[in-house]
Structure formats: structure tokens, C-alpha cells
């Protein structure tokens, strides 16, 4: 015989008090080279791992809910990563951090945060990476010339180059055209010539031209009540 709950039906619909978590955490070294889908299962994990109380999705496979606000290529480094948890305890932002780091695998930390409290509505509140616009990338390669692959790999002109020497450069990359940014990666690690490659996402930025995507989720933080 299936168990099931003499819960009432309306107490599972009364509204919750929902806290969400808006924070940025590094990806870098080895790290780079978890893809996306493993990294939402180490966060997750890292969740549980922390004794925190996620909200979990409706469905049929409910899962804690989490978002991050543009996944990374697989083997690309961050400085700034923006990444959201809500959660049904009542935790400030340090304290949480300082719960989770610990949990989390080498190269993965979190920095920063705020949290948005609001009661458990039907309307889903924004999205991060509705949010997201582009970002500030740095290459750097050992062993060919930048300046001379970026010419004929990186030739879209809505790449903005911020600065170039010979063996490091940063671009602006709006989201549109981040896949060209993965196919460079793609043919650039398979050149001969070309010794090491890294690429390191230092900023993330919003859809207001230029301003960081967290400073922007922070400054729009009372949508988010829904």
C-alpha cells in the first residue's frame, strides 16, 4: 500500500515565505572543467551538504530551486559568476556563504551576495539570465601571436577588443554571440602552434549597457518579489 500524506490539501498551498539568494562565486582551475548540468548537481549537493532548506520545483521530479545566470563553455574560467538559490530558512547572505564554501569543490567560491525575501506566489519572478547581456572576456595563449588569430577567428565586428598585446587580449561579448567566442576556443586549442590557451570571464554584464549583472540585480532586487 503507497503511504500517503493526511496532509491537507490547503496546507500544502498556503504561501511560504521564499528567501532567495542572489551570489557570485569564482570557477576557476580545475573547475573550469565541470560542465554545466554536473555543476547544478554539485550545487545542489552542496546545498544539502550545508543543512540549508532549498524550495523545491513542482513536477514530477521536484528539484531544489537554483539557477545561474549564463553557463560557461567547458573549460572557460570566471571571476564573476551570478547564481541564485531559494530557500525556505531564514540564513543572511554571509552566513550562507560561509556554509557553502566549504562544501564545494576546489576551485568553486562563493564571494558575495543578498538575499530577497517575498511570500510563495504562482508568478515566477525574473529570471537571471533574462537579465544577462554580455561579457569581459581575457584571452591568453603562449606560443602563436594573438593579435594575428583574432583577425581571422574573432572577425565579427560586434566583438568589441577592450585591449590587445601580443599574447593577451579582453573582448566584450554580448550573449548573442557567444557561441562564436566557444567555436574560437574550439579551433584555437586544436592549433598546432598555439601552446596553452585560457579564457577567463572577469565580468558578467547586465542588459543596462555596462553595468555588472549583479549590481543590477541588486538595484532591481523588489521585482524579484514577483
Not at 550545487?43 to 521530479?61: C, D, H, K, Y
Not at 557567444?178 to 565580468?203: D, M, P, T, V, W
Amino acid at each position: 500500500t503507497l503511504f500517503r500524506s493526511t496532509q491537507s490539501s490547503s496546507a500544502w498551498q498556503q504561501k511560504r515565505t521564499i528567501y532567495r539568494h542572489i551570489l557570485s562565486f569564482q570557477k576557476l582551475g580545475k573547475s573550469a572543467y565541470i560542465p554545466h548540468l554536473s555543476l547544478l548537481r554539485v550545487m545542489e549537493r552542496s546545498v544539502q551538504r550545508a543543512g540549508l532548506i532549498p524550495r523545491f520545483t513542482t513536477g514530477f521530479n521536484p528539484k531544489p530551486s537554483l539557477e545561474f545566470a549564463q553557463p560557461l563553455p567547458l573549460g572557460f574560467e570566471s571571476l564573476d559568476e551570478v547564481f541564485s538559490v531559494e530557500l525556505l530558512d531564514e540564513v543572511d547572505p554571509e552566513t550562507l556563504i560561509d556554509r557553502l564554501n566549504p562544501v564545494l569543490p576546489e576551485g568553486l567560491r562563493f564571494f558575495r551576495g543578498f538575499k530577497i525575501q517575498y511570500p510563495e506566489i504562482s508568478k515566477k519572478p525574473p529570471s537571471l539570465m533574462s537579465c544577462y547581456g554580455g561579457g569581459l572576456y581575457r584571452i591568453k595563449i603562449t606560443g602563436e601571436t594573438l593579435e594575428s588569430i583574432l583577425s581571422c577567428i574573432l572577425n565579427d565586428t560586434s566583438l568589441q577588443i577592450e585591449s590587445i598585446s601580443s599574447s593577451e587580449a579582453s573582448l566584450y561579448v554580448p550573449v548573442s554571440l557567444q557561441g562564436i567566442l566557444k567555436k574560437a576556443f574550439s579551433s584555437l586549442i586544436s592549433c598546432k602552434n598555439i601552446a596553452s590557451i585560457n579564457i577567463i570571464r572577469e565580468i558578467s554584464y547586465s542588459i543596462q549597457d555596462r553595468v555588472p549583472l549583479f549590481e543590477y540585480l541588486y538595484q532591481i532586487r523588489n521585482n524579484f518579489s514577483g
